[in-house]
């Protein structure tokens, strides 16, 4: 089965859903491709990024070769991805990277906003290591979409918004919980544009009140109707709305975990590709606080047995499901075996297309388990070690 991506006029989002299955997918031969493409020039008329991906191919046909498979098991398993070669309309919308997971029963390909060198790997299992960069995008968060006619809670991760189905728990409209006609009683509303002042309220003093008290009754409801569903996955929440509607459902808010700051769009125009984006630019910061907390208590827990910089110890730990988080330098490729059963780890100094990345095997056990996986500078990673860890104990 082959899954093109759902809009090739984008670069593609790895989602929680597809990194999951990237997860599970096992099998002798897994084959993990990836290139640089090009969007604009020369090289797009001339389909050179098609050119360099049949180039990997007759590599990996060689490599199966080796293996003693038949050219018509080697055409039928590769199939999937010469459809992608000669799929023109394909190749006119990349972006700066390429990859191309192929298993057995299903073939993906994932255009992504990332450089990445030519790489080929055959393994039990996909080589991720070359997507941290990617999955370490930041961790769960809420979005409150605020309208008067209209309230949205999503569910987000850096791979995308799921919004969330908030039934009659919430009032969506507000005359349809104060029964306030708010389209005149002698008040009128002002909108500027994001970079100036928020919009607000200008008219009678005592109406200006009253309207402001009526909003505040409605978003007391919307309060009170989202605490069952943030309750189940206390993440943190960030609103999106107009400045003015944002300060005054802050007035009122009980929920602990929302953010300073908060999304300035016009939510009737946005797409929701287009709001997350913009939580990710707010976001970002704080979770790479967190980020640099978890580094503070690595250098801390150094010799105390709940870190380790020692590659051995880590893939013992990573299949015991105790990775918290893993930290990985730029030049963290180390290949060779791991015996589960028994801990016993070699490394082999000319890998293969078909050698372990056992770097990539520290990656899939700490992200299998719920852990997470930073690119950190080399400069910042201790003992001059390319591979990190801070255990749970």
């Avoid at 759902?6 to 990237?22: G, H, V």
């Avoid at 009140?209 to 009170?224: A, G, H, L, M, P």
């Avoid at 910061?285 to 978890?294: A, C, S, Y």
Wanted: charge should be negative; aromatic fraction near 10%.
């Amino acid at each position: 089965m082959i899954e093109m991506p759902q809009n090739t006029t984008q670069a593609d989002r790895i989602s929680n859903e597809d990194l999951q299955k990237l997860i599970e997918t096992r099998g002798p031969y897994c084959i993990s491709i990836y290139l640089p493409t090009h969007t604009t020039g020369e090289e797009v008329l001339q389909r050179q990024d098609a050119k360099t991906l049949e180039a990997a191919l007759r590599k990996i046909k060689k490599a199966l070769e080796s293996r003693s498979w038949t050219p018509e098991d080697i055409e039928k398993r590769l199939e999937p991805i010469q459809e992608f070669i000669e799929d023109g309309e394909f190749w006119r919308h990349q972006s700066e990277g390429l990859v191309l997971f192929s298993s057995a029963s299903w073939t993906k390909a994932f255009t992504l906003p990332m450089a990445f060198q030519p790489e080929n790997r055959i393994s039990e299992r996909f080589y991720l290591l070359p997507l941290v960069a990617e999955l370490s995008i930041p961790k769960a968060f809420n979005i409150l979409s605020l309208e008067l006619e209209r309230i949205r809670l999503f569910k987000g991760s850096g791979r995308g918004l799921r919004e969330i189905d908030l039934k009659d728990a919430v009032p969506q409209r507000k005359e349809d919980r104060v029964g306030y006609d708010y389209e005149q009683k002698g008040l009128q509303f002002r909108s500027q544009h994001q970079a100036h002042d928020s919009a607000g309220f200008h008219g009678h003093a005592e109406a200006d009140r009253d309207r402001k008290n009526e909003i505040q009754r409605f978003f007391r409801q919307v309060d009170q109707g989202l605490q069952s569903f943030l309750e189940k996955d206390p993440a943190p929440l960030v609103i999106a709305s107009q400045d003015y509607l944002a300060a005054l459902y802050r007035e009122v808010n009980t929920y602990g975990n929302l953010l300073e700051g908060h999304i300035v769009v016009n939510l009737s125009e946005v797409s929701q590709a287009a709001l997350h984006e913009e939580a990710l630019a707010l976001l970002t910061p704080f979770f790479n606080r967190e980020k640099e907390e978890k580094h503070a208590l690595l250098l801390q827990y150094l010799g105390s047995g709940k870190a380790s910089t020692d590659l051995e110890v880590i893939l013992k730990a990573g299949q015991e499901g105790r990775i918290d988080t893993l930290f990985l330098g730029k030049e963290s490729g180390i290949w060779g075996t791991f015996d589960a059963p028994s801990g016993a780890m070699k490394t082999v100094s000319d890998p293969d297309m078909f050698t372990e990345s056992l770097t990539n095997l520290a990656v899939f056990s700490t992200l299998q388990k719920g852990g997470w996986v930073y690119m950190t500078p080399e400069a910042r990673m201790p003992d001059d070690k390319s591979v990190a860890a801070l255990f749970r104990y």
